[in-house]
């Protein structure tokens, strides 16, 4: 079936270094992306999106990478920091029933290291 | 301003019962979803309210589950005679149109 996945589920960085979270997914059609993080207890925080008309976008510290010819999507975080520790998502919509549902990958755990 | 809001933060109940979830969406906000999530999981979507329609109910497991959105703001998910794996965290997020979905804490829900 189609599915989110993203390639590794843990990273460890050293702090103040840039961390980059990679995800693929397989569905063709989907034309939204989202990053989430989730720390542990909340609910999953929007960090950024992307449509599938654009290759790059940028937030603050953030930057989302979307290659559609791999089907494959990054977040780049720059100058991480121990607030960064969390598990990250990558979403997408378009994978069944209506462009509204997000399929969600299992996640990265990302720790940040003193 | 306010986020999503999510009633109770927690919720044990004994297997067979009824159970009832609350969302209060950001103000606003046209569109409703619910998710659910098991440990260690990514979320998984259940339902999604555009007003006060359910516009894809695809995600729903059975007939046990139900959601409604009588005004087009709070949403109530509704599971009957739960299940030990009903067990999860029910996330509920809401969006403006078409852009990103905004989760709120979500409800723990423990079926014993």
Redesign the interface.
């Known amino acids: 079936g189609e599915s989110?996945g993203l390639h590794l589920p843990t990273l460890s960085v050293q702090e103040g270094d840039n961390s980059i979270i990679n995800c693929a997914y397989s569905n063709s059609a989907s034309d939204?992306f989202?990053w989430?993080k989730q720390e542990s207890g909340?609910?999953?925080?929007?960090i950024i999106?992307i449509r599938s008309n654009m290759d790059k976008r940028q937030g603050q510290r953030v930057t989302v990478l979307l290659n559609k010819t791999v089907k494959h999507l990054s977040l780049q975080i720059a100058a991480t920091q121990p607030g960064d520790s969390a598990v990250y998502?990558c979403?997408e919509n378009g994978s069944?029933?209506?462009?509204?549902?997000?399929?969600?990958?299992?996640?990265t755990q990302l720790t940040v290291l003193p | 301003g306010a986020g999503v809001s999510q009633t109770p933060s927690n919720k044990v109940t004994e297997k067979g019962k009824y159970v009832e979830l609350r969302c209060d969406p950001i103000s606003g906000h046209t569109a409703l979803y619910w998710y659910r999530q098991s440990l260690g999981q990514g979320p998984e979507f259940l339902i999604y309210f555009q007003g006060t329609g359910a516009a894809d109910d695809s995600g729903l497991p059975n007939d046990r589950f139900f959601a409604v959105r009588p005004e087009g703001s709070v949403s109530t998910l509704k599971i009957q005679r739960t299940e030990r794996g009903d067990s999860a965290v029910y996330l509920c997020a809401s969006s403006l149109g078409q852009g990103g979905q905004f989760f709120g804490p979500g409800t723990r829900l423990t079926v014993l």
Do not use: C, E, H, M
């Not at chain 1, 909340?42 to 929007?46: E, N």
């Not at chain 1, 997000?102 to 996640?107: A, E, K, Q, R, V």
């Open positions: 989110v939204y989202i989430y909340k609910g999953p925080q929007f999106d998502f979403a069944s029933g209506s462009a509204r549902q997000l399929t969600f990958g299992s996640g």
